[in-house]
């Protein structure tokens, strides 16, 4: 498993933008899928975005596609999820997640980082 720590959430009007980051431990990041999630309150934790090892493949929820820029800089360890043209239902504790190598499931994940978008 790898560690992982959250960075840049915060308050943000509507159709506002902020860049979130995720920054892993170890040597073996570029091993690891890559994923965003969100939760809002009283919700169930949803996928948002992922980003293949390289870097090379990226895939997005149809809510947030056209705004919300997944990347990762391998060099850094870190991973980023920048998003535009933010809205008030955008408003969720954003994880960042790493699934093993050959594995099917989120298996490390950080502990969250809060974005909240007034109206």
């Known amino acids: 498993q790898v560690q992982l720590v959250e960075s840049g959430g915060g308050l943000v009007q509507a159709g506002g933008s902020l860049r979130l980051s995720c920054t892993a431990s170890?040597?073996?990041?570029?091993?690891?899928?890559m994923g965003w999630f969100r939760q809002a309150p009283g919700k169930e934790r949803e996928f948002v975005a992922r980003?293949?090892?390289?870097?090379?493949?990226?895939y997005y929820r149809d809510f947030v596609k056209g705004r919300f820029t997944i990347s990762r800089d391998n060099a850094k360890n870190t991973v980023y999820l920048q998003m535009n043209s933010l809205k008030p239902e955008d408003t969720a504790v954003y994880f960042c997640?790493?699934?093993?190598?050959?594995?099917?499931?989120?298996?490390?994940w950080g502990q969250g980082t809060q974005v909240t978008v007034s109206s």
């Open positions: 997640a790493a699934k093993d190598p050959g594995g099917t499931m989120y298996s490390s």
């Open positions: 170890g040597s073996t990041f570029s091993t690891y899928t």
């Open positions: 980003i293949s090892q390289r870097g090379s493949s990226t």
